[in-house]
């Protein structure tokens, strides 16, 4: 909510023109339901846990906040590394025969972009998008392959080997498949690299065992895509 909140906050910016459903009645919507969300979860934690060490259990979880500088460094490099692949599959997809585009004239997002300042395109493209779709999308795959881990610390039947990559690959092809239904705007191409874009972020976000690359890898080629595309 806290993120969908921040992509609709463009609306505030002189020179946005929204073309996803951005609003300011949508934002302050949203502000209101996050903040009656939270005073709720203030109640539910008083005499139990600190609201404060709930969101800190939350970040470490999902990695969202590295443990040292030489982790973030890390997260960085792979980041980069991932965004760096990220364009390279939306220039191979494109080759791809039997796929179809929308021409730029006719396509929403490009006539709304070409209306708005390079550098707030590259802001939204960089803020606006990936946090939200990272957390749906790979958050709840990060949490199972946690878990499964977990499992396998404990030697819970789950810790064989062949059940745990079955149902992480059964979670990750859904992931896929309803990230890239997800992206129809702009032709089959664009539903191709989506989900190309849910593989590569997947195993990034598996890998390092958490959302911060794969968040840096999806900001920078949306905000790269939107400001110069």
Same mark, same amino acid.
């Given at each position: 909510?806290?993120?969908?909140?921040?992509?609709?906050?463009?609306?505030?910016?002189?020179?946005?023109?929204?073309?996803?459903?951005?609003?300011?009645?949508?934002?302050?919507?949203?502000?209101?339901?996050?903040?009656?969300?939270?005073?709720?979860?203030?109640? =539910?934690?008083?005499?139990?846990?600190?609201?404060?060490? &709930?969101?800190?259990?939350?970040?470490?979880?999902?990695?969202?906040?590295?443990?040292?500088?030489?982790? +973030?460094?890390?997260?960085?490099?792979?980041?980069? +590394?991932?965004?760096?692949?990220?364009?390279?599959?939306?220039?191979?997809?494109?080759?791809?025969?039997?796929?179809?585009? =929308?021409?730029?004239?006719?396509?929403?997002?490009?006539? &709304?972009?070409?209306?708005?300042?390079?550098?707030?395109?590259?802001?939204?493209?960089?803020?606006?998008?990936?946090?939200?779709?990272?957390?749906?999308?790979?958050?709840?795959?990060?949490?199972?392959?946690?878990?499964?881990?977990?499992?396998?610390?404990?030697?819970?039947?789950?810790?064989?080997?062949?059940?745990?990559?079955?149902?992480?690959? +059964?979670?990750?092809?859904?992931?896929?498949?309803?990230?890239?239904?997800?992206?129809?705007?702009?032709?089959?191409?664009?539903?191709?690299?989506? &989900?190309?874009?849910?593989?590569?972020?997947?195993?990034?976000?598996?890998?390092?065992?958490?959302?911060?690359?794969?968040?840096?890898?999806?900001?920078?080629?949306?905000?790269?895509?939107?400001?110069?595309?």
């Amino acid at each position: 909510m806290a993120t969908q909140a921040l992509r609709d906050a463009f609306v505030f910016v002189p020179g946005f023109v929204p073309w996803n459903g951005e609003s300011p009645s949508r934002f302050f919507t949203l502000v209101g339901a996050g903040a009656v969300l939270g005073a709720m979860a203030v109640a =539910v934690c008083v005499g139990n846990t600190s609201v404060r060490a &709930a969101a800190g259990r939350f970040a470490d979880g999902l990695g969202l906040w590295p443990a040292s500088m030489r982790q +973030a460094l890390r997260w960085a490099a792979v980041g980069l +590394a991932a965004a760096a692949a990220l364009w390279a599959m939306a220039d191979l997809v494109s080759y791809l025969p039997g796929l179809t585009s =929308v021409p730029a004239a006719e396509d929403p997002r490009d006539v &709304a972009v070409a209306q708005t300042s390079t550098l707030i395109r590259f802001g939204y493209g960089l803020i606006a998008p990936a946090p939200l779709e990272e957390l749906l999308f790979r958050g709840p795959l990060l949490a199972l392959w946690l878990a499964l881990l977990a499992a396998q610390r404990r030697g819970s039947w789950m810790a064989r080997r062949w059940v745990r990559w079955w149902l992480t690959g +059964a979670a990750t092809t859904a992931s896929a498949i309803l990230f890239a239904a997800g992206h129809t705007l702009g032709g089959s191409v664009n539903v191709a690299h989506a &989900a190309a874009c849910a593989v590569t972020t997947t195993a990034v976000t598996l890998w390092q065992r958490s959302l911060a690359p794969a968040v840096a890898a999806h900001g920078l080629y949306d905000a790269c895509a939107f400001a110069w595309q």
